[in-house]
């Protein structure tokens, strides 16, 4: 039996990976394609799934309202579709924004002398590491009438002697977009971090050798070889702003609903479990569909393990 | 000649990115020592020690912890410290078995070909280009589907009756765990000669021999980063926790969510600070553990 | 059972399935017989098949076909630690988390040997590679020829029948090398263990080799000994890979047992030389293979066996001079020892001058045209 085991490779291979893929396909593909038959579901009158199959839900997604007001057997109701598209953009700017942030930040890191560097990486780290619900809960600190940000400005103004009435930030979008961009900044310092690190020095003198300043030498060298972080960084940050519904839960009060709190709310308010994994599959095949063509656009780097 | 010393600019957007990421943080550790119980407002430091606490409305005078007056609070609230258990325990099963696991499919994956060796590795990419809400929901199906038929199946009542818990929110930890070991052992086994192997089998060793004499110390470090990653991911998780966790088994993650959504006293930024301390610490001693070996290595 | 041959292959195949999905043999029916105490050298460009050849020796890898014999005995599928080899690496595979004596004991260990037995043996094998008293530092503290020492005495340290080593000089540099070529012949005449030597580098083999197979493309293309190999390369492959040969298009004109006569246009002229491939028929095209040592520059003489050609460039390096003729529009290279200095410009070759050259023609090569 050993001897056997030791001339095949093969099933020493399989042995090897075989506790790992049946866990990986036991809680992630199978709860997948449960997610996918039951999102052809209906809902029983005490929040069960009933098993059947029915493009209602999918149809409500898109617009097709099945409640509507008396003597309609359909209208059309854009809720969910504002919601999507409320998500889509957010996640997209707030890439945007992380990535305006994170840039500069990996820049002068990776061209910090090495002994700095790794302070300076630590100093990222700590607020990655700090647990994402304190995260958010910090901000509500910050951006409350009463909080640390409308003092600041209080005190200031008062010095100045302005009439200052505190700002309300808390519960609007914009405190969403700032809780999320603080969220998932580190997730794009430490990627493009990783390719600028890997930079040879010697590049930047050919460059400059070749006649090349500063802001050419910017543009045409490094940044084109710190796209793989970049790309690696967008797929970190984007994937997830799509699908987090603790910041708008928090910071948004119930003012910013987005796909994520819809889902959540299937799950456990509304109690409609095929509705939520609709949702959750559009979810899915909309951030795949984003990931695909970003990556195939600019290829998918190691960087990704960085983070 | 130094680089950034030209970039003024640089170095400004790095002071004020670094700025940005930290003043929240301070701030919510400031607020731990607030005098208010509301935590609304911030109504300066308890300063003052006394044998027992007084208030002034609700204002914290003094108390016997002092300043540390949240943080004595919170050592005698018993659903911090139930949560805090929980939170451990999780995260310490999950990650011995994530550890094990992920080690063994790496070296499948690095060192071995096998039929289902591209599924094995297309899986582990999943937790990363899904979003983890996706997941929450699908374990969640998963598990109440399973246990709604195993009930009724085997006449299941009372206590027997299967429901979410700890070990449910374990199982589905390791779930998303494991990728992460994996491809940390994997990148460190990238960099792993064969011939080391080789060596150890053409001395005389047998393979077991070889793995414990020679693979396994020369990847421990990449072994012990991929678990500690594990660990400080479970510690975090809040979203797959969120839709898998029963009574009785809620973390700190789940909890400090619950009380963001009522009534918020200066205890969730003392817990808040603690927290943040931990982790400093547990980062630094990966800081130090990861610069000594990239020294040895060079 | 004793057997006149350490090491044996017989007809053996190794294929691999490369990245595209294609089937490549690493190693293509090859067959050799090691000799008992031989210094053997398996020499060849990289992807010859030498160091696969090696590796399935050592058991690290199984033939697809044919069947590897060590001491006379089919070592089938054999794992690598029950064979009674040991493998000297090129990248030396120092345990690094281990002292030089944890790493030298380590397969003594392995066998079940006593602590105090341990002892004694490890300290003799350091002794032996003149590394005394540095048992207890850690390889990354020992320079590059220092590990390869330690490597060595972590083989030898096991008493193997056959010692197997991969490229084990590659990592040094060049002065170094030349002095543990001396130092490795030395001690395996010493031990008188077999060695089976996998080398790229012609010289090292010609050094230190009893006998070389040369290697391409997974076949041995010669096996023989050193001076063999040279003066009598079996064909093309070998004649130019083993140090340098002067290649002219001919026709066979006659051949008599070890003489054969050649026209070659380019010299425009006939050359007696001796057939390296006994069927050679009259009037096929063949190649006559010149070392340019043995070619001569000379002066003021005419007759048979006296060409004309252009000096297209002389470069001096040292102890020769070599010299690019141009012959016809073919390039000829002549190696001239500088036997009387250099710096007497009556010396100095000028491009575009006529010379006048000749050869021993019983040391040129008839090679068949493939």
Redesign the interface.
Known sequence: MLKRL?EN?????????L???I??????????F??LV?SFGGRSPDG??IFKFTLDNYARLIGFSTDCAAGQSTCFDPLYLQILWRSLTLAFNTTVLVIL??Y??A???A???PKQR?TYL??????L??????????????L?K?G?IN?IIGTIAHWLGFNFVPLEMLYTPGAVLVGMV?EF??FMILPIYTSLEKIDNSL?EAAADLGAN?SKTFAKVTLPLSMPGVVAGT??VF??V?????VS??LGGRQVILV?NL??RQ?LDARD?AF??AA??I??VL??IV?YFYTRKFGFG?E??AA | M???R??PL??L??FL??V??????I??IL?SFNASRT????EGFITSFSENTQMDGSLVVSSPCGPFHWYCDLAKNDDVMAAAGNTLKIAIIATLISTI??T??A???Q???????P??QL??Y??????????G??????FS?LF?WANTAFNLSGDARLSMGIATVT??H??FM??FV???VQ?RLQGF?K??E??????????W?TFR??TL??ILPGVLSGGLLAF?LS??D??IT??TNGPGSTT??IY??GL??RI?TPQ??AL?TV??LV??L???AL?ILQ?RESK?RA | MASEFAVELKDVVKRFITPEGNEMAAVDHVTMQIKNGEFFSMLGSSGCGKTTSLRMI???EWPTEGEVCIEGQAMGHT???QRK???V???Y?????MTIFQNVA??LE??GVGESEIKERVGKALDMVQLTGMDRRKP?QLSGGQQQRVALA??LV?TPSVLLLDEPLGALDLKLRKEMQLELKALQQRLGITFIYVTHDQEEALTMSDRIAVMSKGKVQQLATPVEIYERPANKFVADFIGESNFLEGKLKSMSGNAAVVFVPLLNAEVTGLPMNKDLVNGSDVIVSIRPEKIRIVENQSGAGIFKAKVGTAVYIGSNTHLYLDLNGSRLKVMEQNRISSLDPNTFYVKDEEVLFTFPPENTLILKKD
């Not at chain 1, 866990?23 to 997948?32: G, H, K, Q, T």
């Not at chain 2, 940005?20 to 943080?25: D, H, N, R, S």
């Not at chain 2, 935590?39 to 911030?42: E, G, H, L, Q, R």
């Not at chain 2, 999943?126 to 997941?135: D, K, L, N, T």
Request: aromatic fraction near 14%; avoid cysteine.
């Open positions: 030791r490779k093969s099933a020493q291979g399989t042995l090897l990976a506790p790992t893929t866990w990986l396909f036991v809680l992630l593909i199978v709860p997948l449960l997610t039951v069960n799934v942030l994170a500069p930040l820049y002068f890191i061209r910090a002398n790794s630590f100093m990222v780290l700590i607020p590491w700090t647990n994402f619900v304190i995260r958010v809960y910090a901000w509500m600190v910050l409350r009463e640390a003092i603080y900044l580190p930047y500063a797929i970190l994937i997830p799509m699908g987090t519904f603790i839960d928090i994520g889902i959540q799950f479990p939520g994994s959750s599959l979810l899915m951030t795949l990931t190691e990704i393990v | 130094n680089p950034h030209r970039a640089v170095r957007a790095a990115v670094y940005f990421l930290y003043a929240p943080i701030g919510l607020y935590n609304v407002t911030f696991i992920g063994m499919s070296i499948a994956l060192r071995y070909d096998f039929k289902i060796k599924f094995s899986a582990l999943i937790p990363i280009v899904i979003p983890e809400i996706v997941m929901i699908g374990v969640l199906t998963l589907q709604t199982i589905s390791i779930a494991v990728p994996t491809l940390v990148a000669d011939s080391f080789e060596a150890a089998m053409d001395l005389g060793a047998n393979e021999t004499r020679v110390p020369m400080t510690l975090d809040f979203v969120f839709f700190l993650p400090v969510y963001l959504r918020i969730v930024n808040s927290w943040i982790v400093f547990a980062v630094l800081h610069n040895e | 050592a058991g690290f794992p690598p630690f080899v040991n493998t690496f090129q990248s595979a120092l345990f690094q988390h380590f397969g392995m066998e990354r972590r083989s096991k």
